[in-house]
Structures are given as C-alpha cells and as structure tokens.
C-alpha cells in the first residue's frame, strides 16, 4: 500500500476509462435485463403462456447467473479480468438477441438463461476490478458513477422495450437491445488489469474456497450487508417484473405508456436516489459507525412507505407514477453504498469471491423467486395487487436489517 496520505493518493492508471466502459456495461446489462418484463404482456400473448411462464424466464436468467458468479469470482482472483469480461459481455448480448428468435415457453427460457451466463462474468469482476483502480476513499464516489448506470439501464429497458415492442413487435426489441454489447465488450479489451490489492493494507494472498466461505461468513458487516440486500432485491424484482403488468391490468394504462412511464420514473428517481445516496454517505462517514448501513437503512424506510401508498391507497395513474418516483429516490440510495461496503468490508483476495456470493444469496432468495411467487399467487387467487403485498413487507424487512446492523455491530476500526 502507498505510504502517502489517504485523501491524496490518486487512483490508477487507466482507472476514468475503465470506469466509463464499465458504467456502460452496466447500463446495457440492466436495458437487456428489463427489456422481457416491458413486453410480458406481448409475448405471453404471442406464445400463449400463462402468467407465471412470464417470469419463469426471468427466474432462469437470475438462477444461473446466480450459480455462474461464484465460479467466476474464484477465476478473478487468478485470471485477467478485462478478458472474462469481455468474453462475458459478448455472450450475453448474443443471447439477449437470440430471445428474439423464441418459439416457445421452453426456447424462451434457454436464452434468458443464457444471459445469466455472460452477466455472471461481468457483474462479478466490474466491482473487485474498480477497487483496485481507486482507492477506499474515493470508492464510494466511483461506485456512484457506476451504479447510475443501474436505473438509467432499467427505464431504457422499459422505455425501450416498450415502445419497440408496441410498435415493431417484441422480438425487434430483443435484436435491439442485445447487438449493440458487442462493440462494448471490444472495449473490455482496452482497459488496463490493475494490480489486486494495491490500495489495501493486506497484501493479497491464496484463499482457497472453503477458506474464503469461512471467512466470509464469519464477517458481520458483509452478513448483515447482504441479508438487507437480499431482502430488498426480493421486493424490487418482484414489483420490477409486474409494475408495468399492474398498471396495464389494474389501473388501466396502455402498455406501451406503462412501460414509458416506468422507464422515465426509473431515470429520475435512479438518478437522484443513486446520486443523493452517494453524496449522504460520504456526509455521514466521519458522524456515524457504519455510515454506509445507516444511510441504506434509513432511506429505505420512507421507500417502504411510499410504495405502500402507490400500489393500494391510490388509484389514478399519474398519482402512482408520481409515488413511485419519489419512492425510487429512497430505494436507489443505497446503491453505491451497500456495494462500496461490500468491496471495503473484506480483504484483497476475497472480494471477488465476496461479489460472487452475494449475487448467489440476492438472487437465490431474491428476485429469482419473488416475480414468480407474485405470479403464481396471482394465478392462484385471481388477485395480482394481493399478490404485490410481499413487495412493501420484505422492503420494509430489509431497512429493518441494516438498521439493526447500523445500530448494534461494533463500530469498524476505520472508516469505511
């Protein structure tokens, strides 16, 4: 590690550049994620499936991309990264593209779940390969860039999604959204590999898995980080994946400006919430233990509130829409913060690996199963905004946690 003073050291070399292809990535990695749930309506209709055969996709592509990012964590620690990038991103643009050609339930489900494969590869490495590039103290801020790119990625998938879809058909907005990661992947491979831990007072050093597991759950920060992260990725895949079905089934809207306005809630609440989360952790650094849980935690609790509001105390469209901004606000604050403790909380060699596992624990028991529990009970009892009341109970579980976290772990040794 530099010996010079932590608020002078400058990140590394090639660091703005990896930060701009990987900001893009992300945004192409949410527009290709989002961009089924725009056109459900479209081809549940096309290929005659049932509500929950709408997600089940979407629980394909969320099962294996969970499975696949322990394994290319384990290859980070080893391997170039901007390589498994590259190839990572390449693949998933194929099959988001491929999507398009589906016939079926069954071919439909293959390369969504394809897409787990190539995102696995980038999801995981992006976060450990940009806290080698900067140092702790400027983390939190790269990982607010970064993180933007998350509901700017979520409303063009909508928007987009949406609007291709109404008026060129849904398979057009599979070709659209998924060629174009192929230039971006090219990129990959002009970004430097930084040198693994050299920001950090522990050198790196061979963990093997067991260890790293061990380790890892032994960390009350990254446990208690992760239990909330899972929690809320519970509530915003479910209400991600049926919002626009909601609005379309329940309140009446055209599906085409459902999806439009989703998308453009999703740009300016994202926007902000990422930008002000961001911002109130860096302010809450030198005043808190825990500053990164304490600011997740509080601003879920008006998000909680105002979702509440929108799917049941209101029913006027423009009414929700204008709920559901101001709950995006709260929601997307925890985006830098919770993924720069998670990067901070654990040692050189484990971060990868602690990437990994947390995409395993956030998807396993969190958005790969809430779109279809949602469908499957709204199937069951006939009730789709019944159905949507798990989203509000588990957002409000995951403020509680890191709440919890905030106030009851022991404060950290230095700040995050």
């Not at 592509?61 to 964590?73: E, I, K, N, R, T």
């Not at 009414?319 to 929601?331: M, P, R, S, T």
Request: charged share 10%.
């Amino acid at each position: 590690m530099s010996g010079r003073p932590a608020g002078s050291r400058a990140p590394a070399p090639g660091a703005g550049f990896a930060l701009i292809v990987l900001t893009a990535m992300n945004l192409l990695n949410y527009v290709d994620r989002w961009v089924p749930s725009a056109v459900k309506a479209l081809f549940k209709k096309d290929l005659d499936l049932t509500d929950a055969e709408t997600s089940w996709p979407l629980t394909a592509f969320v099962f294996v991309y969970m499975l696949a990012s322990p394994v290319f964590g384990a290859l980070a620690e080893t391997k170039n990264r901007r390589v498994l990038i590259a190839i990572g991103v390449a693949a998933w643009s194929i099959a988001t593209a491929a999507a398009g050609l589906a016939q079926g339930f069954w071919s439909l489900l293959l390369t969504r779940a394809l897409v787990g494969v190539g995102e696995a590869a980038y999801a995981t490495l992006a976060p450990s390969l940009l806290a080698d590039f900067y140092p702790p103290e400027k983390r939190n801020r790269a990982f607010t860039v970064f993180y933007v790119a998350i509901p700017v990625g979520s409303a063009l998938g909508f928007a987009v999604g949406g609007l291709l879809g109404a008026h060129w058909g849904w398979r057009a907005a599979f070709y659209a959204v998924g060629l174009p990661g192929l230039a971006v992947a090219a990129l990959a491979l002009l970004m430097k590999d930084p040198v693994r831990g050299a920001f950090d007072d522990v050198a790196p050093r061979e963990v093997s898995f067991p260890q790293a597991l061990s380790l890892l759950a032994r960390n009350p920060v990254y446990v208690v980080t992760v239990a909330g992260y899972t929690l809320v990725t519970f509530a915003t895949g479910g209400i991600g994946d049926w919002f626009a079905e909601f609005l379309h089934r329940v309140r009446g809207m055209d599906l085409d400006s459902a999806a439009l306005a989703i998308g453009a809630s999703a740009v300016v609440g994202g926007l902000l919430g990422t930008s002000v989360g961001g911002l109130a952790a860096e302010w809450a650094t030198t005043r808190t233990r825990h500053p990164y849980l304490a600011v997740s935690g509080l601003f879920m609790l008006p998000a909680t509130a105002l979702v509440t509001v929108a799917l049941f105390a209101v029913e006027r469209p423009p009414a929700i829409i204008g709920l559901i901004v101001a709950a995006q606000i709260f929601v997307w604050a925890y985006n830098a913060p919770v993924n720069a403790l998670l990067v901070n909380s654990v040692e050189p060699s484990l971060r990868a690996r602690a990437f990994g596992i947390s995409i395993l624990c956030i998807h396993a028991l969190g958005d790969a199963i809430s779109p279809p529990v949602i469908g499957l009970l709204s199937d069951s009892t006939g009730d789709l905004l019944g159905a949507l009341t798990i989203v509000p109970v588990t957002l409000g579980l995951g403020a509680l946690v890191w709440l919890c976290g905030w106030r009851l772990l022991r404060a950290p040794p230095a700040s995050p």
